[in-house]
């Protein structure tokens, strides 16, 4: 038998490159791009304007209505309510309105909320468009 002799040599496998390296090196460029550039900007720069209570018209406030004054009282449609009484008097009841006074700590609001109570209730913050006076 004749051997036969290949008149290309053999082909040379293919390195094939790892793109990963690349991609794990601009994903953490791009890291540092944003934590650098998020921290010059500074958070104390920003202004709120909080709503103000004015005179308030019952008739015009949706029911029921928890009245949070800074003293840490309750009203419930303009009646005192003790925290304890709520959950017999907002029984079956599916949402509750809240009015707080703008001055109020948030941490306030969200310790009450937390109260068992408004645990099953849809819970709405009232606020009262403060109106220019002409």
């Known amino acids: 038998m004749v051997r036969r002799t290949p008149l290309l040599p053999p082909r040379a496998q293919r390195v094939q490159t790892d793109t990963s390296l690349a991609i794990v090196n601009v994903v953490l460029l791009l890291l540092l791009f944003f934590l650098a550039s998020g921290s010059l900007i500074s958070a104390q720069d920003t202004d709120i304007d909080l709503p103000t209570t004015q005179e308030l018209l019952p008739e015009q406030l949706p029911s029921p209505l928890l009245e949070v004054r800074l003293d840490g009282s309750l009203l419930l449609d303009g009646e005192p309510v003790a925290l304890s009484q709520l959950d017999d008097m907002l029984e079956g009841g599916q949402s509750l309105y809240v009015l707080m006074e703008r001055t109020a700590p ?7 909320l937390a109260q068992p109570p408004f645990g099953t209730l849809n819970v709405t913050l009232v606020t009262i468009h403060e109106q220019a006076d002409t």
């Open 106 to 112: 948030a941490l306030d609001l969200l310790e009450l």
